[in-house]
């Protein structure tokens, strides 16, 4: 699996009108997970950031949302952010703009956010546009250090390792809180949020 863990910054101007850090000089970290809501993996995070008084954002699966409601609801009524992921995770680059847009606005029935969150980080220039030309337009995230939760080819430990090698302030983080990441997420998130602690960092949520 191919994938950069930090975003080189070539691929940041390629892409950019899309969000790739914030910037601040600040010791600010943006949290952000995606494909939830998930039952059990939703429910830690929410958990654990709760112990350190971290806001982070939560990039949504519409289905999942339909499917778990009341979990939804928590990640609102704790204070964090949710941005839309479409509604059946979609490959932008394996789907028409037409139905890519229609799929995402199914999914904005359930999310009152204007934060949006491409499956895979895969999105066309056409897309891109279409997205940035409606009523209220979205503000696209990506992100600046991808923790590779996602990647059965690495360990749990690698994973700790790739976030806490890459991340400073500003960067924008991607776990997921979904069964297939759960076990390696379980593992790291907690570590990062008391090493960034310990380091004078706080943990905030994306301001659309």
Not at 39 to 59: C, G, H, I, M, R
Request: net charge positive; charged share 15%.
């Amino acid at each position: 699996m191919i994938y950069f863990c930090k975003t080189p910054s070539w691929l940041k101007k390629i892409y950019a009108s899309c969000t790739w850090q914030i910037n601040t000089t600040k010791k600010i970290i943006y949290l952000s997970f995606d494909d939830g809501p998930h039952p059990v993996a939703t429910s830690f995070v929410l958990d654990e950031l709760k112990k350190y008084n971290a806001q982070a954002t939560f990039f949504c699966i519409g289905k999942n949302i339909a499917a778990f409601p009341d979990i939804y609801k928590r990640i609102i009524e704790e204070g964090h952010a949710a941005g839309n992921h479409t509604f059946n995770h979609l490959n932008g680059w394996k789907t028409n703009t037409q139905l890519y847009m229609e799929n995402i606005m199914q999914a904005q029935h359930l999310i009152d956010t204007n934060l949006f969150r491409p499956p895979y980080g895969k999105i066309t220039f056409k897309q891109i546009s279409a997205l940035l030309k409606q009523q209220s337009p979205f503000k696209i995230i990506m992100w600046s250090v991808l923790s590779g939760d996602f990647d059965a080819g690495i360990s749990s430990n690698k994973c700790l390792h790739n976030v806490i090698s890459n991340t400073g302030s500003g960067s924008i983080v991607v776990f997921h809180d979904s069964g297939k990441a759960f076990a390696k997420m379980q593992f790291t998130l907690p570590k990062i949020l008391a090493h960034f602690t310990e380091q004078g960092y706080q943990f905030e949520k994306i301001i659309g």
